[in-house]
């Protein structure tokens, strides 16, 4: 094959490995490096914090996690989250974010934080009532979790860099009032309970994010709001509702 024949089959190849132009990769800025951090899927643990159990009508006590999924391309990161259509009634839920190096299946607790890559915070947004319509129901809740841009998220901090967080505030305000207060060190499943749990239901892999639950205090946004929270020792995000 000549040098010619090459670069016309290698542009017929481009042509025609899709049908249509895939979609960019979805991917967060880490913190200190130049390259992105590319994210595969979005895992989101429930009811995580006793108080918000409790505010949410749930037995704070220790019973096996639960796991929904948002799609890695709700995540936002410009720093402006437009209000979604279809609902009246829109949640904050300021939570630790865990980013995952390494994956696997059926992950040791002992060895599961020899996955992380790193941290960071993001927001899980949710269409409350759309939520609440589909829990009545007994539906799947992605309409009310997994719409556009409903994961605001920092810049990730490498685990090399701060370590694993065992504790630590987590914290919310709107508005420069004080809407959401605890520590990380109240989650009911700690990070590599998580991890092992969520290993043995999928095979986890590099570029996985794990929503590790949120504390006490959501609460409804409006369009002009602006959030500003963070956890200790990991980062802070700031989002105008728009």
């Not at 749930?58 to 437009?82: A, S």
């Not at 040791?108 to 927001?123: F, K, T």
Request: proline content about 8%; glycine content about 12%.
């Amino acid at each position: 094959m000549t040098v010619l024949d090459a670069d016309v089959a290698q542009k017929t190849t481009e042509k025609t490995a899709y049908v249509i132009a895939p979609q960019p990769i979805p991917a967060l800025p880490v913190r200190g490096e130049r390259g992105l951090f590319p994210v595969h899927r979005i895992y989101c643990v429930g009811r995580n914090y006793a108080e918000h159990a409790i505010e949410m009508g749930h037995d704070p006590n220790r019973e096996p996690p639960f796991f929904f999924q948002k799609n890695p391309d709700n995540l936002l990161l410009t720093g402006e989250f437009p209000y979604p259509a279809m609902t009246k009634d829109v949640h904050y839920e300021l939570e630790m974010v865990v980013a995952l190096g390494r994956g696997g299946k059926d992950i040791p607790v002992e060895s599961a934080l020899d996955c992380v890559y790193g941290y960071g915070v993001g927001l899980d947004m949710t269409r409350r009532d759309l939520q609440g319509e589909m829990k009545k129901l007994g539906r799947p809740w992605e309409i009310g979790k997994a719409f556009e841009h409903s994961a605001p998220c920092s810049e990730l901090v490498p685990a090399s860099a701060i370590g694993h967080p065992s504790q630590g505030l987590v914290w919310l305000d709107v508005n420069g009032e004080r809407r959401q207060t605890g520590d990380i060190n109240q989650m009911i499943w700690k990070v590599p309970e998580m991890i092992s749990y969520l290993s043995g239901l999928f095979e986890l892999r590099p570029g996985d994010l794990i929503m590790s639950g949120t504390p006490a205090g959501v609460g409804a946004i409006k369009p002009g709001d602006v959030m500003t929270g963070g956890v200790a020792g990991v980062g802070e995000l700031r989002v105008a509702v728009v």
